[in-house]
């Protein structure tokens, strides 16, 4: 007789639903009755709590964390054939931001381990071409920035810190975002504070907030954003061709609320990781390793590697037996170069980067919401046990 599923197909637990409450339903609803739904005032507000929440000197409120990485790099004034040194364990959003603006993506490889990028991988792609480093705080735990600030210092490299896994994320006691020249934040469906869509861009130099704004923009002039408020029309001028990313009042009207229950969330999802690794400790299944000395994870992916010989099945059957018990999962993330379109481009090769290879070919992500009940997460448990028990 066929094995009766963990849970029944119409209580499938999505992957990384998020956590919505009455108050953000609230709060969007009030701005369709408003007639204010475009960038306004709550965008405002949102980018003003999220620059206090992360103690950073600028935010400005982007509709993705791709249009931030992108801005970002124009911001930092990157040209042809300059070099972007980056991980192959991201979404190809990461690589895809580099190519819009222009530069050529490099990839070193990460650390087995943290999953992180390597310092000493980075320092052996470092040319004459090179300006920049692009860390991604992978899963939300945070990169090794004191190895990585030390590179960009000593070769004059700017920093674009990948943060959309790192809303919470600190490192030896500063924020995770503050801690290169741009810090750059998604607010996607599946992430710790959610818009819908959504990104932000903390800067140091107000400059370079200023430029990120009038680019977000078409490139008009900052009094453009005013010209549809009760202050009466204001002429704007074109200064520069820039893009349509501004974020809209009706998704800031989520990030608001979603930003003040941002702490209690995390500990709900630390709670969460807890319980899998003490359910999953004597299971073939490698897992997460603790956060380092004087780092904060921001809990964003629960992954555990499957190694076929190891857990007695492939990791593309586990995926398809944990659906099988209809519990989602994800894979964060093929490692970039296993993608046609960037190893016909650039010639790259998965084998070039092990380390994010065999992670990329092994990796799964469980469900970890704030959203979860105690049930739910023990039926994500039921379930892996059955699979690999
Ligand atoms: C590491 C990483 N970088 C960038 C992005 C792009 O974020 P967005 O969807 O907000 O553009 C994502 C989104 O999933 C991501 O995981």
Redesign the pocket.
Known sequence: MKEQPVRSKDRFLVFGAPAIEEEDIQEVVDSLRSGWLGTGPKVARFEEDFRAYKSAAHAVAVS????A?HLSMLAAGLEPGDEVITTPL??C??INAIVHAGARPVLADVDAETMNLDPAEVEKKITSKTRAILP?H?AGRPCDMDALGALAESHQLIVIE?C??AIEAEYKGRKAGTLGDFG?F???V??NVITG???MVLTRREEDAARIKILALHGMSKDAWKRFSDEGYKHYHVVECGFKYNMMDLQAALGIHQLRRVETNWRRRQQIWERYNSAFAALPLTLPVPAEAGTRHAHQLYTVLVEEQRAGLSRDAFLDAMTAHNIGVGV?YQSIPEHPYYRDRFGWKAEDCPNAMRIGRQTVSLPLSAKLTDEDVEDVIEAVRRVVG
Not at 64 to 67: I, K, N, P, Q, Y
Request: proline residues 0%.
């Open positions: 993705s964390c791709t249009a990485l991201t979404f959003a990461t991604v992978f990948d959309a896994h750059c998604s607010f996607y599946t992430k869509e959504g990104g964060h």
